[in-house]
């Protein structure tokens, strides 16, 4: 499962998820908030839910240690049926800005007490990232214990099979002990993200392994830099790169991470080479075509990466640097898309969509103007030609229009307004290419690849 799914899953239950008020017995009505409160300059909306035909016209913000009335505001519009509900009306006390402790009163409905303060959501960022570290493999600080460190034997590869390789570390899939390649560079490009955009909101809590500790590196990137050390690990040459470790036979039963040994192999687990063609998927074949989806991946991580880390570590910045050139040179061994493999069932990650990897990819290497990029001549297809020393200071626009031409060509992510996917079809389920593209765009193309957005948003509401 996509680690950072799992986390937005995290966040809409833990922070943004409203709660239903304290009631009568007999009550038919709730009032819903935000349940870490609400910022004294920012919007204020609860919700009044009923699921019969009462209505509201007023409400009333009541200070909890006084018990006064300190706002009285409209219901406003009725908004009609919402799941089980006949009436939804959104109680907006924005223009209320005083700090302290509050609950609402709405009719007979009144609403758990909540804090109005600037501090409302201190924290919260670095509170999500527990679950990146209780899912470490190798070192794992939640268990304060050590587990597959003997990761892994190969399979699929040029060097005979059952090669021992390095490659413990990263994180297991989602409190199971599956790794993969394309869910990890996703949730590494996403902690980078967060990092780029929003480094205020992270603290430095936690050393490198997790354990308590200050080392003057943000939280954010002590875990960003956990996903990039088992990504370099996962592409250890410039042509070799690997696509998951261990499979379904993960699945056979319950054990502590370092009791692992289900493979046959002692406490070893495999590690599936990419090729670009069919691997096993139970006793079929998956529908891998090519190297792209994932080979993109891995180069949009080592692209923000270096990005980021140029500043803070110039060294392995550099590291990055170097293999975006390989992970950019592998996507382009067989133009398709890299689909997982299982060995008991038919389950895998379904993958079927290529080009919103391989836009981003070329979106975030123009962006990472002092890591050394190859040059790219296009002719029709991305042909690599890489001389034998380059280093150039700021990026060709050759990747910007690479960029836009994979953005045309999946202008809109194909679950956007369908009815069914496959398990993984169209991962990662929204292209950050358009978003990482817009922003270096101008005028009319900026416009074109804002307006994707709008149109699958339109497609989902349609639906």
């Not at 017995?25 to 819903?32: A, C, G, L, P």
């Not at 991580?301 to 803070?312: K, Q, V």
């Not at 050139?325 to 133009?335: G, N």
Request: glycine content about 8%.
């Amino acid at each position: 499962m996509n680690k950072i799914i799992s986390v937005s899953a995290f966040i809409l239950v833990v922070i943004f998820i409203f709660a239903f008020a304290k009631k009568n017995e007999n009550s038919k009505t709730w009032i819903r908030i935000n349940q870490l409160g609400f910022t004294p300059q920012g919007i204020k909306v609860a919700v009044w839910c009923s699921k019969n035909d009462a209505s509201v016209s007023t409400f009333s913000l009541i200070d909890s240690a006084t018990g006064k009335t300190v706002f009285t505001g409209k219901g406003g519009e009725n908004f009609g049926v919402y799941g089980p509900f006949k009436n939804t009306y959104r109680l907006n006390f924005s223009s209320y800005n005083k700090s302290g402790v509050y609950y609402l009163k709405a009719g007979n409905a009144t609403s758990p007490i909540f804090k109005i303060d600037k501090d409302v959501y201190k924290g919260s960022a670095d509170f999500c990232l527990q679950y990146m570290r209780q899912q470490r493999s190798g070192f794992n600080p939640y268990l304060k214990d050590s587990c597959h460190t003997h990761d892994g034997y190969t399979l699929y590869g040029p060097m005979p099979d059952s090669t021992h390789i390095d490659v413990s570390g990263g994180w297991h899939d989602a409190s199971d002990y599956l790794q993969y390649s394309t869910t990890s560079a996703n949730a590494t490009y996403h902690l980078l993200m967060a990092y780029r955009d929003f480094k205020n909101v992270f603290s430095d809590e936690k050393l490198a392994n997790g354990l308590n500790g200050k080392n003057g590196l943000t939280d954010v990137l002590d875990e960003a830099k956990w996903g990039l050390n088992w990504l370099l690990k996962m592409h250890p040459k410039a042509d070799w790169m690997f696509n998951q470790l261990a499979d379904d036979r993960d699945h056979m039963g319950m054990r502590i991470p370092k009791e692992d040994s289900f493979y046959g192999k002692g406490y070893e687990r495999p590690v599936y080479f990419i090729n670009g063609l069919p691997q096993q998927r139970g006793k079929f074949k998956n529908n891998t075509t090519g190297t792209s989806s994932t080979a993109a991946k891995f180069a949009s991580a080592f692209a923000l990466g270096g990005e980021i880390f140029e500043s803070i570590d110039s060294i392995y910045s550099e590291k990055l640097g170097w293999k975006i050139l390989s992970a950019l040179q592998f996507q382009w061994k067989k133009p398709g898309v890299t689909q997982t493999v299982s060995v008991r069932s038919p389950y895998i990650y379904a993958e079927d969509n290529w080009e919103d990897d391989v836009e981003l990819s070329f979106a975030a290497i123009h962006k990472a103007a002092n890591t050394d990029i190859p040059r790219i001549k296009d002719d029709g297809l991305i042909i690599i030609d890489i001389p034998a020393s380059i280093k150039i200071n700021k990026p060709d626009n050759k990747f910007l229009d690479s960029a836009y031409k994979y953005a045309l060509r999946e202008p809109i992510t194909p679950w956007l307004g369908s009815d069914t996917a496959k398990h993984y079809q169209w991962y990662p389920f929204i292209n950050l290419g358009h978003y990482e593209l817009a922003k270096q765009l101008k005028d009319k193309m900026r416009d074109t690849i804002i307006g994707f957005y709008k149109k699958g948003i339109e497609k989902v509401w349609n639906k």
